[in-house]
């Protein structure tokens, strides 16, 4: 049994990591899970190069930006992240103060962003683009992980912040706007992925893998609508942010592959497209079109065909 060690974002999609824990699906595949919520992704980031960490569930945007020298803590060398598995399309929603309605509502206001360099900030680049707004019409300031930024939002220190489920739910229910998502910009996004350094991967590929038939285990059975209770109880278990009142949104979006989970854990192509537009645009080092420099999918392959 091999213990690994994972560090994710904290949100709704680490539902069927709890689940494939909770049936015992690492286990019968030969790993055990360690799991860690990241604060931000320069943390993630710099502990997933320095090998405190094995894998990373994180957006995929952050694999390109690391690779690239793009990311928004200088580590040298530059780290051997590679995407080996999807995760999520994701939607990102702006989520606003009360009296702020629209995007461009937002000029002169500050907004709490994870990092300003990557993840999901060039996302609310383009908002703003759209919007006829200029990056320097708004204050932006980055602040950390979702509960971080939806916490600074909700206490009135700062205007806007993108979220995930369940945060997006609890801010709605609470009297947050949201004008503007990434499903509202993007016909696919690719969102959320899972990443390791290449040279960890090689020396341990059969652990690799066992996590992979894990995962796609709990995966499969979270999208299963005849498990939709269950999984409810399961994500309210292990999140107590959420309460019941909102779970069943939370669920929905979650189990939307619009909006949420990707079945089979796929790199959807047009959404690596998406991601890779946005950094040529808005990251300051020329066009990215190969995405074969920051995926591999052959550990995905095999472990699908050996489950």
């Known amino acids: ?16 990591i709890f689940v494939a824990n909770e049936k015992g699906w690492f286990k019968d595949n030969g790993v055990t899970i360690d799991l860690t919520t990241t604060p931000s992704s320069t943390y993630q980031a710099e502990n997933l190069a320095n ?4 894998i990373a569930g994180t957006a995929f945007d ?24 999807g995760a999520t399309q994701i939607e990102l929603a702006l989520v606003t103060a009360p009296d702020v309605k629209t995007v461009a509502d937002l000029k002169g206001r500050s907004v709490a962003l994870d990092a300003l360099t990557t993840g999901f900030a060039f996302v609310f680049y383009e908002m703003l683009a759209r919007a006829g707004l200029q990056k320097s ?30 945060f997006t739910s609890i801010a709605r ?33 059969a652990a690799l893998k066992g996590f992979i038939r894990g995962y796609l285990a709990g995966l499969e059975w979270t999208l299963d609508a005849a498990n939709r209770d269950e ?18 949104k939370v669920i929905a979006n979650l189990c939307n592959p619009r909006s949420g989970l990707t079945p089979g854990a796929a790199i959807l192509n047009d959404g690596v497209a998406t991601v890779l537009d946005l950094r040529s645009r808005y990251g300051g080092a020329g066009s990215l079109t190969d995405a074969s420099r920051y995926i591999d999918l052959s550990y995905h392959e095999d472990a699908v065909k050996g489950a």
Not at 51 to 54: A, I, L, S, Y
Not at 143 to 154: F, N, Y
Not at 175 to 201: H, K, M
């Open 51 to 54: 090998g405190t960490f094995d």
């Open 173 to 205: 229910a609470q009297g947050f706007n949201v004008p503007q998502t990434s499903t509202d910009l993007f016909d696919a996004y690719q969102g959320g992925s899972f990443a390791a350094r290449r040279s960890w991967a090689k020396d341990n590929a």
């Open 62 to 85: 952050n694999v390109v930006a690391y690779s690239e020298g793009q990311g928004a803590v200088k580590i040298e060398p530059a780290p051997d992240f590679f995407a080996f598995m």
């Open 1 to 16: 049994m091999t213990e690994l060690k994972l560090i994710c974002f904290p949100g709704a999609p680490n539902l069927p």
């Open 137 to 166: 019409d708004v204050e932006m300031v980055p602040v950390g992980a979702t509960p971080l930024r939806w916490e600074a939002v909700k206490e009135g220190k700062h205007a806007a912040t993108l979220t995930i489920e369940p």
């Open 231 to 248: 999984a409810t109880q399961i994500l309210l278990a292990n999140m107590e942010a959420i309460k019941p009142p909102v779970a069943p």
